[in-house]
């Protein structure tokens, strides 16, 4: 992505140049690594844009999560925040919740491996999953979960599940030459998961 003040498809305002090359450097770099001058010099700004709009290094990684976490959590939060009528619109709510968030945390994937190794207490976070618990809830109460199922457990359980493709994407890469950045083996991914999720993997009797 070029970060050239003068490229057209650059903002011409410096708080949204500044936002963008910022989230650039710390997802490539690293939040220590990165500095304020890096920041400015990319952005074509002078250091005093950044205390103006942001106070300071901090505030301005602290502005970049925040609109990580809305990017990241947008649609699934909105699909599962959907009211749930039947077994079968659950199901599909559930496969699309699961498609979505793992298109969104692959696509910010460097971003995403930093905040979670910097800030774990993201509160966008902390909302996600009560909204998936309560989404969970709500399929106990149509009779699809089962109702021994503790809906944070299970919450938990899928969260590993995405978070673990994500952040290990490389090393999975290497050791099994699949990866979740392939399209087809994404699908397939998820077809898979959803499925043990929904059914488990005991033949019922």
């Not at 109460?141 to 978070?163: S, Y």
């Amino acid at each position: 992505m070029s970060t050239n003040p003068k490229d057209n498809n650059v903002s011409a305002n410096p708080r949204d140049r500044l936002l963008s090359v910022a989230t650039e450097l710390f997802a490539r770099n690293g939040y220590a690594a990165t500095t304020i001058r890096d920041i400015c010099d990319q952005a074509g700004t002078g250091i005093n844009m950044v205390h103006h709009y942001f106070g300071n290094k901090e505030g301005i990684y602290k502005e970049v999560v925040d609109q990580f976490s809305t990017d990241v959590f947008r649609v699934p939060a909105r699909i599962i925040s959907q009211p749930v009528a039947n077994a079968d619109a659950f199901k599909v709510l559930f496969r699309l919740y699961v498609t979505e968030t793992l298109e969104a945390m692959l696509e910010h994937r460097q971003l995403y491996a930093l905040v979670t190794r910097t800030q774990p207490d993201v509160p966008a976070f902390d909302q996600q999953a009560s909204q998936f618990i309560k989404f969970v809830e709500r399929g106990q109460e149509l009779g699809v979960v089962d109702p021994e199922i503790e809906p944070a457990l299970l919450t938990g359980l899928v969260v590993d599940r995405l978070m673990n493709q994500v952040l290990y994407v490389d090393w999975i890469k290497s050791a099994h030459d699949v990866s979740v950045e392939d399209p087809e083996y994404r699908e397939n991914w998820v077809r898979a998961n959803v499925h043990i999720l929904l059914h488990g993997m005991l033949v019922r009797d």
